[in-house]
């Protein structure tokens, strides 16, 4: 099962295996909003998360993670090796317990469902944050959902250009459907279905009519509408 919280502008996606085991992608802008979410989702009794991943250190999507590491009981924090000189960065850091740093071609697997790092590269440097954005393929029963943070156009090309099989039943569109959105990166994922995370009246203007364009072909979903 997967749940896309709807965290306002920010990104929270709950994955519940089988089994009952959870892995939350990104904690959204507000550990308030994310406790809140959180209780309307999991059983009121839950107080452990399996594994909590961190696509890049950006407060639209790590602010809730630090409530998370507080109120939880967090097995693993995820990220890359991107960091960010904030507060809200730092307190995450020194609040997580184990910590983990992957690239691409590492994977995990939690109570069957695989998990697979897509990008960015190892030792990959770069000014912009958002081209740090861990891609999670998410896999389980054949199906696929590709997860990809914030990546934008540059990220996105330079994914394409490491020939990785992109194709996936859900696409979660990056960058809450920003401009910065690459046509055949669409195309190569060629999604059912692509989920736009948002928030309802965002000063961005997302998602940008040209983003909903490419998306023709598959079915759109939004947290703020949906």
Same mark, same amino acid.
């Given at each position: 099962?997967?749940?896309?919280?709807?965290?306002?502008?920010?990104?929270? %996606?709950?994955?519940?295996?089988?089994?009952?085991?959870?892995?939350?992608?990104?904690?959204?802008?507000?550990?308030?909003?994310?406790?809140?979410?959180?209780?309307?989702?999991?059983? &009121?009794?839950?107080?452990? %998360?399996?594994?909590?991943?961190?696509?890049?250190?950006?407060?639209? &999507?790590?602010?809730?993670?630090?409530?998370? +590491?507080?109120?939880?009981?967090?097995?693993?924090?995820? *990220?890359?090796?991107?960091? =960010?000189?904030?507060?809200?960065?730092?307190?995450?850091? *020194?609040?997580?317990?184990?910590? +983990?740093?992957?690239?691409?071609?590492? *994977?995990?697997?939690?109570?069957?469902?695989?998990?697979?790092?897509?990008?960015?590269?190892?030792?990959?440097?770069?000014?912009?944050? =958002? =081209?740090?954005?861990?891609?999670?393929?998410?896999?389980?029963?054949?199906?696929?959902?590709?997860?990809?943070?914030?990546?934008?156009?540059?990220?996105?090309? /330079?994914?394409?250009?490491?020939?990785?099989?992109?194709?996936?039943?859900?696409?979660?569109?990056?960058?809450? /459907?920003?401009?910065?959105?690459?046509?055949?990166?669409?195309?190569?994922?060629?999604?059912?279905?692509? %989920?736009?995370?948002?928030? +309802?009246? =965002?000063?961005?203007? &997302?998602?940008?009519?040209?983003?909903?364009?490419?998306? +023709?072909?598959?079915?759109?979903?939004?947290?703020?509408?949906?």
């Amino acid at each position: 099962r997967v749940d896309i919280l709807d965290v306002g502008q920010g990104d929270a %996606i709950l994955v519940t295996t089988p089994g009952g085991e959870r892995v939350l992608v990104d904690g959204g802008p507000s550990g308030i909003v994310l406790a809140r979410e959180l209780g309307a989702t999991l059983p &009121h009794w839950a107080r452990s %998360i399996d594994r909590a991943v961190l696509t890049h250190p950006q407060q639209d &999507h790590l602010a809730g993670l630090v409530e998370l +590491e507080r109120r939880f009981d967090v097995g693993v924090l995820v *990220s890359t090796s991107a960091t =960010n000189p904030t507060e809200t960065y730092g307190l995450l850091k *020194s609040e997580a317990g184990r910590q +983990e740093q992957l690239a691409a071609g590492d *994977s995990f697997r939690v109570d069957g469902v695989l998990f697979t790092v897509m990008w960015p590269p190892p030792n990959y440097v770069t000014d912009e944050l =958002n =081209n740090t954005s861990l891609v999670l393929a998410v896999e389980y029963g054949g199906r696929r959902i590709l997860l990809t943070g914030d990546l934008p156009t540059a990220g996105q090309r /330079g994914l394409l250009e490491t020939g990785a099989d992109l194709a996936a039943d859900v696409l979660k569109v990056p960058h809450h /459907g920003a401009a910065t959105n690459d046509p055949s990166f669409f195309a190569a994922v060629d999604a059912d279905v692509a %989920i736009i995370t948002v928030g +309802e009246g =965002n000063r961005y203007g &997302h998602p940008r009519g040209e983003t909903l364009a490419s998306l +023709e072909g598959s079915t759109v979903l939004r947290t703020d509408t949906d």
